[in-house]
């Protein structure tokens, strides 16, 4: 039998993880490496591997837990930090911390952050002081995850799909991004933006406002909105997020990203 084939018994029938360890061990070590990913573009649609994210929740019950030190620090926890980071080619602020199962390219920065099992951050982003990826999360390149920012994991079910953010997107401080929540390449969410499965994305820049979920358009500079909604009790403002306007096309992406700061006012 295959890895996939094992791990995906293993995960059926729990009487059968001890004859799938070494398979889930490998797919492990191979996420570790950047050799394999929980979520691929293929094409224009996003894959979800979902037997990858069964062997993660495999390797928690075959882990067991371990004291850590990490020079002044001590932990007590199933899984370690990522080592030989010199190697690897990306940096890590202490006390950021890059849990073994996940995957930096080389030239990404993490600060005093977190990086979960199971998620894989591209070269050149910024994961900034407090921010945090969750578990099996997909950061492209060039993205900047602000300061607090909380990319929420989805870890089950496991052919969920996990939180994604595409290349060159630019996440403001303290925005909440969770339940497998698309944002798209180049988008830009003003500072605390919350945008879940559930919330309404509404594109206010035409004469007639244009709902979407679970996805942030190319390109949109989004900012954190209300709108009322009747209840028994009353009418209350509830949270929305609110699509103002479109980075422009340009070829560097720096200067288009400090043009849609000013034009639509973002606080990030």
Known sequence: MTDQELIEAAYADLERIDEAG????????????GEVRVAEKIGDDWVVNAWIKEAIVLYFRLTSLEPMEAGPFQ????????????EAGFRVVPPGTVRYGAFCEPGVVVMPG????????GSGTMVDTWATVGSCAQIGRDVHLSGGVGIGGVLEPPGARPVIIEDGAFIGSRCIVVEGVLVEEGAVLGANTTITSSTPIIDVTGPEPVEIRGRVPAGSVVLPGTRPKKFPAGTYDLQC????????????????????????????
């Open 22 to 33: 070494p398979a889930v061990e490998r797919t492990i070590a191979a996420l570790d490496a």
């Open 75 to 86: 932990y007590f926890d199933k899984i370690p930090t990522k080592r030989n980071l010199p």
């Open 114 to 121: 977190y990086v979960n099992i199971g998620a894989y951050v």
């Open 241 to 268: 997020a609110l699509i103002v306007g479109t980075r422009s096309a340009s070829t560097d992406r720096k200067t288009s990203l400090n043009d849609a700061l000013r034009t639509f006012e973002v606080q990030v």
